[in-house]
């Protein structure tokens, strides 16, 4: 990550719980060290065995260039779509974009509890690559980014199980089609939120 002396032309998009606006704030330049880093929890979750994933470097809708890419160690998995990593020595908040996933915070929502651990299997104590696409931060200053651990685009393989709905918040929206594209696959193949006599 950049040093806090440097800045970044950045927008903030209001990626939020169900119901939030999304509209997107004017784009402006703030500094690096305006992002709060969480606190660091005590301990680092422990990694999980995974099934067979949706892999490959190719997704041309995410660019990966060296000003919108970092790296770290995911020390918290908070729900269905956000973790808490440290990248340097500090702990971020980071929000997955392109998807929204049950709650399973403040409030309990139906899949919220599987969404997360699903999360958990995935990426908890993994070092993950951070890609941003358009916006910095949202209105709760979590990062806003793809997130891969090694070739699997997390954010999508969510959706793609049917953890998670597509769901674009403007602008962060170059993969908006390859979020509904996975969703569709995980309605017709009845997965997750979408099985047979599942919950709307």
Request: some cysteine; proline content about 6%.
């Amino acid at each position: 990550m950049p040093s806090a002396r440097e800045t970044a032309r950045v927008g903030t998009s209001s990626h939020a719980g169900a119901g939030a606006s999304h509209a997107s704030a004017p784009t402006k330049t703030v500094p690096k060290s305006s992002v709060a880093p969480a606190t660091s929890p005590k301990d680092t979750l422990t990694s999980v065995a995974l099934p067979a994933l949706v892999t490959g470097t190719s997704f041309p809708c995410v660019h990966a260039t060296p000003d919108h890419t970092s790296t770290g160690v995911v020390t918290k998995v908070v729900d269905g779509d956000t973790i808490r990593v440290r990248i340097g020595g500090h702990v971020y908040r980071v929000r997955y974009i392109g998807m929204n996933a049950p709650e399973d915070t403040k409030k309990e929502e139906w899949m919220g509890p599987e969404a997360t651990a699903r999360d958990k299997a995935l990426v908890a104590g993994k070092r993950v690559t951070l890609i941003k696409d358009v916006s910095e931060t949202d209105r709760y200053g979590r990062l806003l980014r793809f997130v891969f651990v090694d070739n699997t685009m997390v954010n999508l393989e969510l959706v793609r199980e049917g953890y998670a709905r597509a769901t674009p918040y403007w602008p962060d929206t170059s993969c908006e089609q390859l979020f509904y594209h996975a969703q569709q696959q995980a309605q017709s193949e009845h997965r997750g939120l979408w099985a047979a006599g599942a919950a709307s």
